[in-house]
């Protein structure tokens, strides 16, 4: 059977898989099914610039137009995979045409999760996870006045700063203890808690959302679970992802809150790989099975595939990193910070400047950086490298990181 | 309508036709420029939209904030202190409507 990789989804992951394939000398047929109909682009800007104001009027690409006849993708934006037959290797489609693969790779993304509580059809409730939504949402943020944003998360509070940067009142409710609580260290929480609130906006914590109020069939407000009411005239819901792993298991794949694949991206059946928002793989560095939604994770992922289906099978044990900009304060993390047992902080908090470094049984694990991306690109360098850094250390603003690295390195090389 | 033209190691050039308020990364992304990432679209938080930027420019180029600044030290290629520019942060203006760069062997580590 002549060679067709098959790729669904033409987000961060997937247009990325197809550029590293040709990087990789691959020269059979690479075909890349896309839901969407407009040309792949960067989501990121979407929660930020792309809502300010004055702000630039098309998306950012992933890739140039003319990419895909350069590196000889069959592209079909606006067409969607609808079933797979894992028997025969064939998917059918939205236009109810099928093609044959010889390999097949789910980079189907995650959707948001949506809320259903009274009030929950009114107009003037959005949610932000594709160009389309943001568009709309862009279009009536130029009239609103009062927003309020339901869930603490990156995006709610992106758009939260974006909102305040255009002098919106803003009020964000947020059910648990503390903003970005899942992934946040506690120091670091508290202080994105403490930056917002001086910046103007109203944060509620422990406060979930039990209904929305409206008039002729538009929001007029949002009422917590303490029964307060908050008016709005625009909302932003943002409670989390659901990954788009539906179509993998009704093909008999396995999946649970994703699709499961080993570390080489491989799923339960040997001809079927995932990758990026939608795929739960075991974590290099804590063995745990996860699920990132991240631009790292989508493009490093991508990149080892390309070597596994290229003949140079490769297990995926790259370093996380993320970042978030939020109004005027660039948040990036590097590592992955979940049960560590001790944090320090460097630099200046009072100047929001400072990283704060997250250690588990005395090494450390993750940095989250406050404007400070050379502390970023240095804790980067540090994790990799497994350069073995010390709380103490760290805690003495007389230590110089890194030319301790430097050497390091050097010695690790020599 | 203002230029940017993009001069290559191999002595290949890109000349883009801009629009005002575009960036010397994003023509490049949305063009194709090779050698240009852009990875955290625009926000001075991943230099691999490095440039040089050619000396005949440099006087109508937007002052650097400390963000940008702090970045150009980490970038892939070294720093050229004069001459080395984050291209996100270089928009296309009435003050800045024609620019040429020579794009850096390398953005990403
Ligand atoms: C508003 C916003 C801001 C973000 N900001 C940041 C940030 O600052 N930093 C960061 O690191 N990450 C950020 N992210 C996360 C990052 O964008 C995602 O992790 C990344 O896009 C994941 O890539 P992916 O390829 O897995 O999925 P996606 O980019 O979501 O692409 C999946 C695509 O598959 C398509 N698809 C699904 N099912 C099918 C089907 N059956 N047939 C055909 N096509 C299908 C979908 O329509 C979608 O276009 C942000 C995300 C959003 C939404
Ligand atoms: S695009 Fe990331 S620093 Fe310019």
Redesign the pocket.
């Given at each position: 059977m002549t060679e067709n990789i098959v790729i669904?989804?033409?987000?961060?992951?997937?247009v990325q898989l197809c550029d590293s394939l040709r990087t990789e000398g691959y020269v059979g047929a690479i075909t890349l099914?896309?839901?969407?109909t407009h040309l792949?682009y960067?989501?990121?800007p979407?929660?930020?610039d792309f809502i300010a104001e004055g702000a630039d009027a098309v998306a950012l690409p992933l890739r140039a137009e003319r990419f895909f006849a350069d590196r000889a993708v069959d592209f079909y934006p606006g067409?969607?995979?609808?079933s797979i037959d894992l028997g025969i290797k064939t998917v059918t489609l939205s236009d109810e045409t099928s093609t044959n693969y010889s390999s097949l790779v789910f980079?189907?993304?995650?959707r948001n999760r949506t809320l259903t509580i009274e009030g929950s059809n009114l107009a003037g409730i959005h949610y932000?996870?594709?160009l389309d939504d943001?568009t709309l949402l862009r279009g009536e943020l130029a009239q609103a006045t009062r927003t309020v944003v339901v869930g603490a998360g990156?995006?709610g509070l992106?758009f939260a700063a974006a909102a305040r940067q255009r002098g919106l009142d803003v009020t964000v409710l947020e059910f648990g203890p503390r903003p970005m609580g899942r992934v946040l260290s506690e120091p670091m929480s508290r202080y994105f808690t403490e930056a917002h609130t001086r910046n103007g906006i109203s944060m509620k914590l422990g406060e979930g959302i039990a209904a929305f109020g409206g008039d002729g069939g538009r929001i007029t407000s949002a009422i917590g679970t303490s029964g307060t009411e908050y008016p709005a005239n625009i909302v932003l819901v943002g409670v989390g992802v659901i990954p788009?792993d539906e179509?993998a298991s009704a093909a008999g794949i396995d999946s649970e809150n994703g699709i499961i694949v080993n570390a080489t991206l491989q799923t339960s059946d040997p001809d079927v790989f995932a990758?990026?928002?939608?795929a739960r793989y075991p974590h290099a560095q804590t063995g745990v099975m996860t699920r990132?939604?991240?631009?790292?994770?989508?493009t490093d992922q991508a990149k080892t595939l390309a070597k596994t289906l290229t003949g140079y099978p490769a297990n995926y044990d790259s370093l996380a990193w993320?970042?978030?900009?939020q109004g005027p304060i660039k948040l990036q993390i590097a590592g992955i910070t979940d049960g560590h047992d001790k944090s320090v902080l460097r630099g200046n908090l009072q100047a929001n400047k400072f990283s704060i470094y997250c250690f588990r049984d005395t090494a450390l694990v993750g940095v989250e950086s406050v404007n400070s991306p050379a502390d970023h690109m240095t804790a980067r360098r540090v994790l990799t490298s497994g350069f073995p850094i010390s709380p103490e250390q760290i805690a003495d603003s007389g230590f110089d990181l890194k030319s301790h690295l430097k050497a390091f390195e050097l010695a690790d090389r020599g | 309508m203002s230029m940017i033209t993009y001069h290559h190691e191999n002595g290949h050039t890109d000349l883009i036709v801009a629009v005002a308020g575009t960036s010397v990364m994003r023509a490049a992304v949305i063009n194709g420029v090779e050698g240009i990432i852009g990875e955290?679209?625009g926000q001075a938080m991943c230099a691999t939209c490095h440039v040089y930027v050619r000396e005949e420019f440099l006087d109508l180029l937007p002052e650097m904030s400390d963000d940008e600044e702090e970045m150009l030290e980490i970038t892939a290629s070294p720093r050229d202190e004069v001459r080395s520019r984050l291209g996100c942060q270089l928009k296309i203006t009435t003050s800045l409507n024609e620019i040429a760069v020579d794009v850096p062997p390398m953005q990403v580590q």
């Open positions: 669904i989804g033409g987000g961060q992951s997937g099914y896309a839901s969407e792949p960067q989501r990121p979407l929660s930020k067409i969607s995979v609808t980079a189907t993304g995650a932000l996870r594709t943001a990156f995006i992106e788009n179509l990758l990026g928002d939608c990132l939604e991240s631009v790292q994770n989508a993320f970042w978030s900009q | 955290c679209g």
